[in-house]
């Protein structure tokens, strides 16, 4: 059995005081919730704020990007260590957003992965097609192609202790989500390209569907038997909502 699993990608989103009212909220809402773990990744600057806050509850957080390098001259950059050591314990890599607006290719994201991992985060990494790619028959290819930059780099046993997220391009912050067949197809490919590889840790591996997941679709679309939990932006910003969301996981 899989544990299900709910993030909340707040990207660049809210200040202290908003943040602090927020995770006070999550943690009300989420004593009184459901079996799935819950995650949230706030920016960079509020993660020990959050990490502090969240002590003695069960939500755990997790960055938003990491450096693909250990440490040194970077400017600007954030190490997998140095997140490791305020307390996180997810790190989301691959983002479409940090794919599209800094360039961020499939092979940094896959060293962003072993970063991670080599500072024992958990990666949650992202994948998924954009408009275009699914309209011209390439959103396997296009998965297939980031999912075994990382299995290059990584290998498969790297995903005994991964998360991935499924997040089209094209519903993500549109309002437009996948519907429930189209999401657990290509969750079944990716279970699939990795079973090919070791059926045991495809078995295990939980894939997080993303893109305009809301309280109003989540349930139905967590209900598909290669969905296993969300990676939540925009409606993950409202508690009454998140909390919503991840009981139906
Ligand atoms: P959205 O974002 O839920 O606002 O569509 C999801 C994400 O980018 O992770």
Known sequence: MRRPLVAGNWKMHGSRAEIATL????????SAKTTAE?????????????????KESTIA???QSVCAEPIGAFTGEVSAAMLKD????????????RRALYHEDDHLVARKFVAAQSQKLTPILC?????EERESGRTEGVVARQLDAVLTVA?????????IAYEPVWAIGTGKNATPEQAQAVHAFIRGRISARDDKIAGGLRILYGGSCKASNAAEIFRMPDVDGGLVGGASLKSEEFGRICASA
């Open 23 to 30: 995770l006070d909220e999550l943690m009300q809402v989420d």
């Open 38 to 54: 819950t995650v949230v990744c706030p920016p960079f600057v509020y993660l020990q704020d959050a990490i502090r806050r969240l």
């Open 61 to 63: 957080v997790g960055a």
């Open 86 to 97: 305020i307390g996180c314990r997810y790190v989301i890599v691959g983002h479409s957003e």
């Open 127 to 131: 994948v998924g097609e954009t408009l």
């Open 155 to 163: 290998s498969v046993a790297a995903f005994a202790d991964a998360v």
